[in-house]
């Protein structure tokens, strides 16, 4: 079958199992997966090189399965992204995930956007991806090799630029489920209330031990990088602090916030200048994890 989304006729290939389409993927010069299309269509139209032949993930079961295997959450890469927003129990174990895969365009783009895409498209404003990132996402990847898994936040390289090997592409992704009280959150910046593309995305998650202390958090900041990146030295400040009144002391708030100013490496562009997105970055910092503390703690 053929169709024609940029004016070039592409091979189109429905797959039913990951053996099939591992094999399709191959056996062109130039062929791509896909799931949603919501990035691959609009680039085709844009005038992008159309590749030789696509492969639809979306016809294997497993791709657009969604799982609480009880230990983790297995999150197909293809899944439709409304698969999460509208599932109460995954919402409840990871909020700040949902919220996220929620802002993803519309209602209409969400009822085929996915996880897999939104990461491969390598976009540094992807809305998933630092959340993804927070929650120390792993990404399970296909190819004629087998399957291997790496973390999520060792798949983007660049704008549009994965590590992914040719042959290669995600299954799925796995996310431990939290075994001490926790709580993620993700909060974007954008000039429109939506529809938009994020000024700056900050992705936060927090783990707290019995006695409220904080055992570990990560924060991930996206659209202010070539990539998404984390902010360890803020994870750092924030290891080991205790709560009062359910949040940390001012000065463990400000090192966040400085932390994240400090890590971002951004553009000027029509959303937002540097010097901006570098201050929006320190704000939205200290809200995520804020967040992501009030729900550990109600946890
Ligand atoms: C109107 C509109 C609004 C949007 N708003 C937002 C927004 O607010 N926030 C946001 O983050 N994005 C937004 N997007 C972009 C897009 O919807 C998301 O990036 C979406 O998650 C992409 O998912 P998809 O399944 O449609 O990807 P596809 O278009 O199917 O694929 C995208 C890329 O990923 C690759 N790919 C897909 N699946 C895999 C896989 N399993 N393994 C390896 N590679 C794979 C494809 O080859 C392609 O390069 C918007 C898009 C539109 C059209």
Redesign the pocket.
């Known amino acids: 079958m053929t169709f024609n989304p940029g004016g070039l006729p592409v091979k189109y290939f429905s797959p039913s199992t990951i053996e099939e389409a591992v094999e399709l993927l191959s056996s062109g010069p130039n062929r791509?997966?896909?799931?949603?299309?919501?990035?691959?269509?609009?680039q085709m139209r844009s005038g992008r090189p159309a590749p030789d032949g696509l492969i639809d993930?979306k016809g294997i079961e497993r791709?657009i399965s969604v799982t609480d295997t009880g230990s983790m959450w297995v999150i197909g890469?293809?899944a439709p992204?409304v698969r999460l927003t509208s599932n109460p129990a995954f919402v409840a174990s990871f909020p700040g995930l949902a919220e996220a895969s929620g802002?993803?365009?519309?209602d209409q783009?969400q009822s085929?956007?996915?996880?897999?895409?939104?990461?491969?498209?390598s976009?540094p404003?992807?809305?998933?991806v630092p959340a993804l990132f927070a929650n120390r996402a792993r990404a399970v990847i296909a190819s004629g090799a087998g399957t291997r898994t790496i973390a999520v936040q060792d798949v983007p390289t660049g704008p549009g630029r994965?590590s992914?090997a040719p042959g290669?592409?995600?299954?799925e992704f796995e996310i431990d489920r939290p075994t001490t009280n926790s709580g993620d959150a993700y909060f974007r910046l954008t000039p429109r209330t939506e529809?938009?593309?994020?000024v700056v995305g900050a992705g936060a998650r927090v783990d707290l031990d019995g006695a409220g202390t904080i055992s570990s958090a990560t924060l991930a900041l996206g659209a202010v990088a070539p990539t998404v990146v984390r902010v360890p030295d803020a994870e750092a400040a924030l290891l080991g602090a205790a709560l009062t009144n359910g949040a940390p002391s001012d000065d463990v708030l400000a090192a966040v916030a400085a932390a994240a100013s400090a890590a971002c490496n951004p553009i000027d562009d029509k959303r937002g200048t540097i010097k901006y997105r570098r201050h929006v970055a320190g704000v939205l910092a200290r809200r995520s994890i804020l967040a992501a503390i009030a729900r550990a703690s109600a946890a």
Request: net charge negative.
């Open positions: 791509r997966v896909f799931a949603g299309a919501t990035d691959v269509v609009p993930l791709l890469a293809a992204t802002l993803i365009g519309s783009v085929r956007s996915s996880l897999g895409g939104n990461l491969c498209n976009s404003a992807a809305d998933s994965t992914l290669e592409f995600i299954i529809m938009d593309i994020a």
